[in-house]
């Protein structure tokens, strides 16, 4: 049985940087081809990809945050960690972890997803 | 950047066919895939490879991947369904999701 579970502060001040991690059960990100990925939702709108880390530990990052934005894996505890820098209201957002089970050239779907964490950044 | 389209909003009466769209330049090169997300919650995957089902969703979801445009299509629709639905592909390392559609079940 598949599961992840994101943790993380519900509220951060503008300016501090956050750190989310994602615990997952299930799989193992060891397994060849197995990527774990963060995604945002702010409240009303369309989610946004904002990193993927791989089993061989490459690392990707959406353009728009590339500068801000740290993903890294502990594979013996089962977590994948996000942290964003110099967080900004705009920033305030429902964040999610989902499991991807193979590279884009074979689909790149997330099959699995956390059940979320609101952030909210405010002073 | 590449983009995803979709419209904004969907209506359908139950038991009829809606049919959702997702546009990028030559995403039939991708593969695409589809979310269903209702209200608080997480979103399900409910197609990938542009037409496959994950177990546990209806035959009434469909998928299919062509050109410039990814199409959800759920037949004999029900209130259940009614939900956002998002499309998703890859351009090069990155992903991207579409703008995100709202289905409503009239």
């Known amino acids: 049985q598949v599961t992840l579970r994101e943790s993380g502060p519900a509220l951060v001040k503008p300016t501090q940087t956050l750190t989310l991690t994602c615990t997952f059960s299930g799989f193992s990100l060891s397994t060849s081809g197995m990527c774990v990925n963060w995604i945002r939702q702010p409240p009303g709108k369309a989610l946004e990809w904002l990193a993927r880390?791989?089993?061989?530990?490459?690392?990707y990052y959406t353009t728009s945050l590339k500068t801000r934005l740290t993903i890294s894996k502990d594979t013996s505890k089962n977590q994948v960690v996000l942290t964003m820098t110099n967080m900004d209201p705009v920033d305030t957002a429902t964040y999610y972890c989902?499991?991807?089970?193979?590279?884009?050239?074979?689909?790149?779907?997330?099959?699995?997803w956390g059940q979320g964490t609101l952030v909210t950044v405010s002073s | 950047s590449y983009e995803l389209t979709q419209p904004p909003s969907v209506s359908v009466s139950p038991g009829q066919t809606a049919s959702i769209t997702c546009s990028g330049h030559k995403l039939g090169d991708k593969y695409a895939c589809w979310y269903q997300q209702k209200p608080g919650q997480s979103p399900v995957l409910v197609i990938y490879?542009?037409?496959k089902r994950p177990s546990g969703i209806p035959e009434r979801f469909s998928g299919s991947n062509s050109g410039n445009t990814a199409t959800l299509t759920i037949s004999g629709t029900q209130a259940m369904d009614e939900a956002d639905y998002y499309c998703?592909?890859?351009?090069?390392?990155?992903?991207?999701f579409g703008t995100g559609t709202k289905v409503t079940v009239l």
């Open positions: 880390i791989d089993w061989d530990d490459d690392k």
């Open positions: 490879q542009n037409s």
């Open positions: 989902a499991r991807q089970p193979g590279i884009a050239a074979v689909g790149g779907e997330f099959d699995y």
């Open positions: 998703q592909a890859w351009d090069s390392s990155t992903c991207v």
